[in-house]
């Protein structure tokens, strides 16, 4: 991209979709306040605008006045400070990580706000690696507190975290269709399913499309989470139910967010790239990226709550109850 000088012509390219990774053990809100302080502080160190002059008219009312031009200490910048201040900066974020996960993090600039929620209301998927430790559970679900229980797990093996994942994949797949009031057996749950994943309309309901196991080196493993609508919690009691499922116990470990939509970890910024010229480079791939996939900011999807006025009437021929439970 073009790069330039001028720090007035670079604020005006600040503005849009960027990709952040955010290290763990550290709030979505100290990483605002960190990219904020490296755009001032880039800009800063770009060609400002000089000072505004001071005109100063002097003398006497009754004779001949001067009139002389000087620099205004009111616009100095060791008086007023540097030209662009972190509060000058709007960023926001499209999925929000705590503070014990790590991963993915689509942010937008200024105007890119906008972008940002809109790709909100689209409820693109989020993809986790959640690692876990078989033998011990923790007051917070999490590796960092107070362990509470104790058991054990030598008895485990990778095909009985495979089994509890699979019924658990499947209890949720068949949740979506209930809260629809589609029977999952029946025409109306095959046209509503080939529409694409049925995303719930209230966005406090979390909703897991894929559970798996990707490793297994006991007492640790790994699974791999594709959902919705969730938070850090979510994903921890996924584990502290996975052990007990299993007749032991489990703590989660560590959560990693690899991809969030399209975007994913290999287009995010590491925290010692996150400056201007990255920034820049990172908003000018994601537009690119934004204007092959439309669908991100504009997206048509069937709902948990509403089913379409088709839905409707296949629920009718299938199961007039049904239809009925489901306008409730």
């Known amino acids: ?74 616009d100095n910048v060791l008086v007023v400070g540097p030209r662009y201040q972190p509060q000058d900066f709007k960023i926001n974020w499209a999925n929000h990580l705590y503070q014990d996960t790590t991963g993915v993090v689509v942010c937008g600039v200024n105007d890119g706000c906008k972008l ?44 009985h975290i495979d089994r509890v994942c699979a019924a658990m994949q499947s209890s949720h797949q068949k949740k979506m269709f209930e809260v629809c009031g589609i029977d999952i057996q029946s025409q109306a749950a095959y046209e509503l399913a080939v529409k694409g994943l049925i995303r719930p309309l209230d966005n406090r309901i979390p909703m897991l499309y894929s559970i798996k196991c990707v490793d297994f080196q006991s ?30 116990t489990a703590t989660c470990s560590q959560i990693h967010c690899f991809q969030y939509g399209i975007f994913n970890v290999e287009q995010a910024l590491l ?33 948990l709550i509403a089913p379409h006025d088709e839905d409707l009437d296949l629920i009718e021929e299938e199961n007039p109850a049904l239809l009925e439970q489901s306008q409730k």
């Open 271 to 303: 925290t010692k790239s996150w400056n201007l010229r990255s920034i820049l480079e990172s908003i000018e791939s994601c537009d690119e990226l934004l204007r092959k996939n439309s669908f991100l900011l504009e997206q048509e999807h069937p709902n």
């Open 1 to 74: 991209m073009s790069y330039t000088n001028d720090a007035r012509a670079v604020w005006k390219m600040l503005n849009g979709v960027f990709i952040i990774y955010k290290p763990a053990r550290v709030p979505l809100m100290v990483t605002r306040e960190t990219i904020s302080r490296n755009l001032c502080r880039d800009l800063n160190a770009l060609k400002v605008r000089p000072p505004d002059p001071y005109v100063l008219i002097e003398g006497e009312t009754n004779k001949k006045l001067r009139v002389s031009v000087r620099p205004s200490f009111a």
């Open 219 to 248: 007492p640790e493993f790994t699974i791999e989470i594709v959902c919705i609508n969730e938070n850090e919690m979510y994903l921890k009691s996924i584990i502290h139910e996975l052990g007990m499922e299993m007749k032991s």
């Open 116 to 159: 940002i929620h809109k790709i909100k209301r689209a409820a693109p998927t989020r993809f986790y690696r959640v690692k876990g430790i078989l033998g011990k559970a923790t007051d917070t679900h999490f590796i960092t507190g107070k362990i509470i229980e104790k058991s054990t797990y030598q008895f485990l093996r990778r095909t």
